[in-house]
């Protein structure tokens, strides 16, 4: 399948730390999503997000970036700190794993969903079914599912996300399940 330029779709940013690092979540949507769509489903998002972060950790912003551009805007999401306070037992904030989400659309393009963050500690590296997935992940996996307009592959087709959520902190780990 031949690779398509990254512009194809708009795209909307949220930039988070954890563990004190910066990171950034991508999002891309259907043609013609007004921006004030964008900035409402990442605020959907990142308001799942917080109850994942830990309390030093936050959300610092958000961009959007139109389609046919690669010059960002940026957007006033909700910023703020995580709400989990480690309860200090088994738990090691030294590490920073991860929440991913994976889907496929109809013409095979796959697309990934990765949120990083220390809470992961506290689990055991697996795949977690929706129905039994601690419920501060499964609410960020609901966060992406209730994007209105839903969130698209780089050929802006509306994936069929998996029925399950990877949860861990190896970086090889998370590319075994794709």
Request: charged share 15%; no cysteine; glycine share 10%.
């Amino acid at each position: 399948m031949p690779p398509l330029p990254p512009d194809t779709t708009p795209r909307g940013l949220i930039i988070y730390t954890s563990g004190g690092e910066s990171h950034v979540m991508q999002f891309r949507y259907p043609l013609l999503t007004p921006k004030a769509d964008v900035l409402a489903n990442l605020n959907g998002v990142i308001n799942t997000m917080f109850g994942a972060m830990h309390e030093s950790d936050e959300v610092l912003g958000g961009l959007y970036i139109p389609e046919g551009s690669n010059i960002s805007q940026v957007l006033a999401v909700t910023t703020g700190n995580g709400t989990w306070v480690s309860a200090g037992v088994g738990v090691d904030l030294t590490k920073v794993g991860f929440i991913s989400r994976t889907g496929r659309s109809d013409d095979g393009r796959k697309v990934r969903a990765t949120f990083f963050t220390q809470r992961t500690g506290e689990l055991q590296e697996t795949r977690y079914s929706l129905a039994v997935a601690p419920s501060w992940a499964s609410d960020w996996a609901d966060g992406i599912d209730s994007q209105e307009p839903p969130a698209v592959t780089i050929s802006g087709e509306e994936p069929i996300w998996a029925s399950y959520i990877n949860l861990g902190w190896n970086a090889h780990f998370q590319r075994a399940f794709r």
